[in-house]
């Protein structure tokens, strides 16, 4: 069973902090499955949880070229655009493995292919009660995220 964790964001420097408290704890193969709607955020977290990690690269969105590829202290960052994607089966056709191997994913429009990745920590962003708020639910099931999930509670 999932375990979710709520936070309020209420501007942009929020969001980033609680980019801030995930990226030291996360590890090579990991992977997180981002989600929200149109502009609620997931490439400006993406790019948050990067800076974290100790990168200063620009962090884009990959929407048109499906994945970007960034080098931090910790782990290569694959992010990776499923918007376009039809199936799972279109993503692992994309040749990407090596870096779910060795590095951090982090997939937008994850749901797409979330059936590809059962222990992977999900988080959705959604609008807040004003433009610059943001609602991010955290949620897993698997063991590993065990004390991701507890720093985010902390959070809260």
């Given amino acids: 069973m999932a375990r979710t964790v709520t936070l309020i964001a209420k501007d942009e420097a929020a969001t980033a902090r609680v980019a801030a408290v995930l990226a030291p704890l996360l590890r ?5 499955l981002l989600d929200g709607s149109l502009a ?7 790019r948050a ?6 990168s200063e690269e620009a962090v884009t969105s990959p929407t048109y070229t499906i994945a970007n590829i960034y080098e931090t202290p910790t782990a ?6 499923a918007y376009r994607l039809t199936s ?3 993503f692992y056709h994309l040749g990407l493995e090596d870096y779910f191997d060795t590095g951090i994913a982090v997939i937008e429009w994850g749901e797409r292919i979330a059936e590809s990745y059962g222990s992977a920590l999900s ?8 433009d610059s708020a943001r609602i991010l639910s955290v949620s897993a099931s698997a063991p590993r995220w065990a004390t991701v999930l507890d720093a985010m509670e902390a959070l809260a």
């Fill in 40 to 46: 609620a955020g997931k490439t400006f977290f993406t």
């Fill in 123 to 130: 988080i959705h962003i959604g609008f807040g009660e004003d």
């Fill in 76 to 81: 290569t960052v694959l992010h990776v655009d």
């Fill in 28 to 32: 090579p193969t990991d992977v997180i």
């Fill in 49 to 54: 949880l990067v800076r974290a990690l100790g």
């Fill in 88 to 90: 799972a089966q279109e």
